[in-house]
């Protein structure tokens, strides 16, 4: 898949994408493999808690990345997990390989995330960006397309006003919406946005501050869930 075609930049906000091949996943499609979940497999009870376990396996393990199961959250709800996990320790077990997002703010590493990213003002006022990995952001699907092993992120941003907000907020509940026109969507494997000025910034549900610059790169395939 391409990421779609880039037009001008908001006057106050500049995005830049790089795009590459992707997998092509379709409703219905298989994805994942059975195999083996260990008794002692670590469990992720959040998208926070997953993000955190495979960082710390970033930070210099030489270990190999060890199955993980995922017991809630955001990616366990678009895996179709049902946080019975716990449950099938020690058991042959459908494993799904997932990607993650790394994160820098303002030119800082930041970590990285699992489920998704935004930056946005108050009450969604103003420039807002959401890059998605999973497909669900709590009870809203702002990028329905989003899948956690494709090799992509899925980013919508722009700004509404307020009645504009008032029918996204309606609509995004579904996936089944075409974003309005006032709101971009891409596809990529990386990101820069820059806003006009700095935005509260939360990935995977946990604020990180107020910031102007976000850089999103995707780590493909960088471990097995079972959910």
């Known amino acids: 898949r391409r990421a779609g075609h880039q037009r001008d ?5 500049r995005a830049r994408w790089t795009s590459r091949a992707a997998v092509t996943l379709r409703p219905g499609d298989s994805f994942g493999e059975q195999g083996l979940l260990p008794q002692d497999a670590p469990v992720a009870n959040s998208d926070r808690a997953l993000a955190e376990l495979l960082g710390d396996q970033l930070g ?17 709800r678009t895996l179709g997990g049902r946080g019975d996990v716990v449950e099938r320790l020690g058991t042959t ?10 994160v ?13 990213l935004v930056a946005r003002g108050r009450l969604w006022q103003g420039q807002s ?31 509404l006003g307020l009645r504009e907000r008032l029918l996204a907020r309606q609509r995004v ?10 709101l971009r969507t891409e596809r990529s494997a990386a ?18 501050g107020r910031h102007r610059t976000e850089s999103v790169q995707v780590i493909p395939s960088l471990a097995s869930v079972a959910d």
């Open 191 to 208: 990101i820069t946005w820059r806003s006009d000025r700095p935005r509260r910034v939360a990935h995977d549900g946990v604020g990180v």
């Open 9 to 13: 930049p908001e006057p106050d906000c």
């Open 173 to 182: 509940r579904s996936g089944d919406h075409r974003p309005p026109p006032q």
């Open 60 to 76: 210099g393990s030489t270990q190999p990345m060890p199955v993980i199961g995922l017991a809630g959250g955001d990616l366990c």
């Open 93 to 102: 077990t459908h494993l799904t390989p997932i990607d993650a997002g790394r």
């Open 129 to 159: 960006l959401v890059v998605m990995n999973a497909d669900l952001l709590g009870d809203w699907r702002p990028a329905p397309r989003a899948h956690p092993g494709d090799g992509l992120l899925d980013a919508v941003h722009g700004s």
């Open 104 to 116: 820098t703010l303002d030119g800082e590493p930041a970590g990285i995330f699992v489920a998704h």
